[in-house]
């Protein structure tokens, strides 16, 4: 079908389209360029629900593929495809993004290279999960960074042109790595095969099953470039600590994309480049990495208990809770890696919904601190009901979405190393104890600040934007088969060439270091 | 006797620019001297002659090969290179018509000088001989002198000429010295003559060597190497802003042609120990131009680190010594101009009499006051740093490209990084631009026909070199084909 091909290209490009559109709005028409720009949002959307709904999960390839040369001297390729992990990932998006904007209604400052960035980020962040070229891979990688750099450093906080400039400079620092990895992963193919290209299916092919295999040494090296990248994003321990930063000053809708779906082209990058172009090193590292994890975990939990700030809490509770995306990666389970994507989705939509929960008191009080409130249960019930579902999902209570990713991670990991579950698993209590904490100080009690006294309920706009994430909360938490289902095919594909690297063998490799 | 073959397709383009610059210097003394605060048609007229020229590489080409026995060549190289210079020369007329006329400096001698530097830089790059090259660098570098120094009556602009005349003076008795001691030890100046005497057993290689490295040095300088580079931020800081413009492309264009097919033809007997050192040197390179930039209060001295920063990824192609590396290396000299004649285009119209408001503190709030100039700095500064989607990345992948195939990966590690630091510096600008309280009052800055021109061809090359570069690609790389014989 014609469509099944013009489509990634569509979802992708249409909202860059909607933001070169949105330059011809006059400055001051704040309703047309706001209203556009949710319109751009919405209408990529609905186009992102054809990938699931012609989305055949029995297929493990990539699905919706097009490939036509770009610049054929040298081997690229815009190559675009989705599998069963990256679909949802780029319906993540798609459904965030027009909350974000919806989350943005009230700025008045400089609307229109707001909403610009906005959408440029959205197409940004949607080729990074659906490209299936490296270089195209990268150039997406790296262009999410400059309109998130506007939206921090712009329309942030105090310190926001700190933050910007280290968000930027931290995740260049392994962008850049990763990029003379890819170049030389190019040209190790291409000599090894006489076939230069940047194709990540070519290349994988032919690493499995045509007796391109590299060496141990060489893998090594290429397998520490692209994890650095990804580490870095994600963020794991101990290169997490831009994220707080970030976060804190970055505008609410900022926050939302970077905690809902940024961090997740880093555990996203994992899964579909380092595990499967790496299989030996990821195998004979996972130990180290696990270990990083659970670190995270932990130590994420510790610090957010101690956070005067709502914000920055949430940051560090992200930094926990993507610890357990990745120990799900490193697992090499089916469980542990559909727990991971999973997880990756629930953070997406739990966390987007505590900083857009945390954003409207900050609009209310221009505060965000946990000591300047309290009792606003009193003053705002309908908030305080939302703010309950969203802190127990978030905490991973049954029946809700976090629950299902954090089980199924753990579930992995046990099967493979019952130690690393166990400290894991304090992670989950801890999140417990800082989250409900958190809460019992902000929503319960008297109202004691008399700031506090007067503030109004969330109104008709705030409810619509919290209610869909409401809803995938509980849809997540009770029919986990609908979201998991479909990545079947893609996760055991991925586990087989894993679990089978042809070439180098780990032992071999394990010699190396003896 | 043979008389030579006189071919003049073969250098129409030089001739044309001459002619040019001829006429402009007769014609101005009887053009009435009062409006000269208006108009400027001798800077239109230096424009037409840059059009003409261009015009004029399409007989160039259809005549290739040799000529004047064996002093000229015509081939895709130098064809390319004549593209690229003519139209940075034509770029530079136009930022310098509103430029001159703001200065009170709105004399013809200046185009005169422009185009005959020019035409310098084309002699530059298609001269298979070394007095050739010589003489097109002394054309060159002369008239690069006298402009640099074209605001005779502001201190900064007498220092940058002085300076760089000083230490442009070492460099071509550098270069003159190297040719006399490789015509010793060959016996020819010719580039092909001296590549097969190279081979020949009873070669002197001291002065094989030696001679390598005096003109590896005077080339260096031109091109601001480091340690060759200590001129630059001076002599760019004082020049006329077009001026400097045109001398952080042109030149080093210019200098980096002659470097690729002197020591590409002639010098490949030793090709390991030039690639070794120019790699040691484009490292330096890199890394001081990044570092120090950052540091730089001044927009037009930071740009001028930049600019030594770029040398150095140039440069990295230049060591990369491969068909790729030269592809690269043309690629990123034509992306290099589109942005930094781009940059230098906004700097050009939001700086005032005398130079005031370069300093990058003038820059607060620009995005408020002029969103459209901010707008385009951005894009501009974004593609200098590299940034997918714009020229500047596409140029840096290709080096790095080059780098890693010849088993340079550590030089391509190098410059990701550097490529990091550099992003510090222009992001900062950015940050000024659109982060900070406004500051300065810039609506009188004035966009006249001349300056929207050079930013159109700048901003459609900075796009279209960075989303669609196949093209050019192929382009670059036939070009760079004809290097190694």
């Not at chain 1, 998130?148 to 850049?176: C, N, P, Q």
């Not at chain 1, 869909?468 to 479909?486: A, D, E, K, Q, T």
């Not at chain 2, 640099?148 to 008795?173: H, I, P, V």
């Not at chain 2, 080096?399 to 990701?416: D, P, S």
Request: proline share 4%; aromatic share 12%; with cysteine.
């Amino acid at each position: 079908m014609q469509l099944d091909k013009l489509i990634l290209t569509l979802v992708t490009f249409t909202p860059l389209l909607g933001a070169i559109a949105l330059l011809l709005f006059s400055r001051s028409n704040l309703k047309a360029v706001r209203g556009f720009a949710l319109a751009v949002a919405l209408l990529t959307f609905v186009l992102s629900l054809h990938l699931i709904a012609h989305f055949d999960p029995a297929q493990s390839g990539f699905q919706f593929v097009v490939d036509v040369p770009w610049i054929a001297a040298a081997g690229i390729d815009y190559h675009m495809g989705i599998d069963g992990i990256s679909v949802y990932l780029i319906l993540l998006t798609t459904a965030l993004t027009p909350l974000a904007i919806l989350a943005s209604w009230s700025l008045t400052d400089r609307t229109k290279e707001y909403f610009l960035f906005m959408l440029v980020l959205e197409t940004g962040m949607i080729g990074v999960f659906a490209a299936l070229d490296l270089f195209l891979f990268y150039l997406f990688w790296e262009i999410v960074l400059i309109p998130m750099y506007f939206l921090i450093g712009v329309w942030g906080g105090e310190r926001r042109i700190y933050a910007a400039i280290k968000f930027v400079l931290f995740t260049m620092i392994g962008g850049v790595l990763m990029l003379v990895a890819i170049l030389a992963l190019y040209f190790m193919h291409g000599n090894a095969t006489g076939d230069f290209t940047f194709s990540y299916p070519a290349i994988l092919a032919t690493l499995s099953e045509k007796g391109f295999a590299l060496t141990p040494q060489a893998e090594l090296l290429l397998f520490i470039a692209f994890f650095l990248a990804f580490a870095i994003k994600v963020p794991l321990f101990p290169f997490h600590t831009w994220l707080p930063d970030a976060h804190v000053e970055a505008p609410t809708a900022g926050s939302v994309l970077l905690a809902g779906v940024l961090l997740k082209m880093g555990t996203y990058g994992l899964l579909r480049f380092s595990l499967p172009l790496f299989p030996n090193m990821s195998h004979l590292l996972a130990p180290l990495i696990s270990v990083l994890a659970i670190i995270g975990i932990i130590y994420g939990a510790l610090v957010a208990m101690v956070q005067p700030d709502l914000k920055k809490l949430v940051a560090y509770s992200s930094v926990s809770h993507l610890g357990f995306i990745v120990l799900g990666i490193f697992s090499f389970t089916v469980e542990g890696i559909e727990g991971a994507v999973y997880q990756m989705l629930s953070h997406g939509v739990s966390t987007g919904a505590l900083f857009l929960l945390v954003g409207m008191i900050y609009e209310r009080r221009h505060t965000r601190m946990i000591s300047e409130f309290g009792g606003l249960a009193n003053r705002m019930p309908v908030y305080a009901a939302v703010f309950l579902i969203v802190t127990l999902s978030s905490i991973g209570l049954p029946g809700l979405n976090g629950f299902v990713g954090e089980f199924l991670v753990l579930l992995g990991t046990f099967g493979v190393s019952p130690g690393h579950a166990a400290f894991a698993a304090t992670g989950v209590i801890l999140s417990a104890v800082y989250m409900l904490w958190m809460f019992q100080r902000v929503v319960w009690g008297e109202v004691t600040n008399p700031h506090n006294e007067s503030l109004m309920d969330i109104n008709a706009r705030e409810k619509l934007t919290l209610l869909p994430l409401l809803i995938l909360i509980v849809w997540m938490g009770v029919y986990s088969n609908h979201f998991l289902r479909p990545m079947d095919a893609s996760v055991t594909n991925l586990l087989n060439r894993v679990e089978n690297p042809q070439g180098g063998d780990v032992r071999t490799v394990e010699k190396l270091f003896r | 006797m043979n008389i030579p073959e006189i071919n003049i397709y073969s250098i129409l383009p030089i001739i044309v620019l001459s002619v040019f610059g001829i006429a402009i210097m007769v014609i101005e003394p009887f053009l009435p001297s009062r409006n000269r605060a208006t108009s400027s048609p001798m800077g239109w007229l230096a424009f037409a002659g840059t059009l003409a020229a261009g015009v004029a590489i399409i007989p160039m080409r259809n005549h290739p090969g040799q000529a004047y026995s064996g002093l000229w060549i015509v081939d895709e190289f130098s064809t390319f290179f004549h593209v690229l210079f003519i139209a940075i020369a034509g770029m530079t007329t136009l930022l310098s018509i509103d430029y001159l006329r703001r200065e009170s400096i709105n004399h013809g001698e200046y185009y005169a000088l422009l185009l005959f530097a020019t035409a310098g830089m084309l002699v530059m790059a298609g001269s298979n001989e070394l007095m050739m090259i010589f003489i097109g660098l002394e054309i060159l570098s002369i008239g690069t002198y006298v402009m640099a120094g074209f605001r005779r009556t502001d201190l900064r602009s007498n220092e940058s000429a002085l300076k760089y005349f000083l230490l442009g003076s070492f460099a071509s008795a550098f270069f003159l010295y190297g040719v006399a001691l490789i015509f010793g030890a060959t016996g020819s100046t010719n580039l092909i003559s001296i590549s097969a005497a190279m081979a020949r057993p009873d070669i002197q290689s001291s002065l094989v060597y030696l001679s390598a490295a005096l003109l590896l040095s005077a080339l260096c300088f031109k091109v601001a190497v480091a340690p060759f580079h200590i001129w630059a931020p001076d002599v760019y800081e004082g020049a006329p802003t077009p001026i400097t413009g045109f001398m952080s492309v042109g030149p080093k264009a210019a200098g980096f042609a002659v470097l690729f097919r002197l020591f590409m033809t002639a010098y490949p007997v030793i090709e390991d120990r030039w690639t070794d050192v120019m790699g040691v040197l484009a490292a330096l390179t890199m890394i001081l131009g990044n570092v120090v930039a950052v540091v730089q209060p001044n927009l037009k001295r930071m740009l001028a680190y930049s600019s030594i920063a770029h040398a150095g990824y140039i440069a990295v192609a230049f060591a990369a010594n491969s068909q790729q590396g030269g592809s690269a290396a043309l690629f990123y000299t034509l992306a290099y101009a589109a942005m930094t004649l781009g940059a230098f285009a906004i700097v050009t119209i939001l700086s005032r009499a005398k130079d005031e408001k370069v300093q990058l503190g003038d820059y607060a709030g620009l995005a408020t006051k002029r969103p459209g100039l901010a707008a385009l700095l951005s894009l501009f500064l974004l593609s200098l740093a590299g940034v997918p989607g714009t020229a500047g990345f596409a140029g840096k992948f290709f080096i790095f490209r080059a780098a890693v195939e010849a088993n340079m990966t550590w030089l391509a590690i190098i410059g990701v990084l550097t490529t990091v630091v550099s992003f510090y510096y222009y992001l900062y600008v950015i940050v000024q631009m659109y982060m900070r309280e406004p500051g300065e009052d810039f609506s009188d800055a004035r966009l006249t026909p001349a300056l929207i021109l050079v930013l159109l061809i700048a901003v459609s090359g900075t796009l279209y070199l960075g989303i669609l570069p196949g093209k050019t690609l192929e382009w670059t790389a036939a070009s760079a084909l004809h290097l190694s014989l």
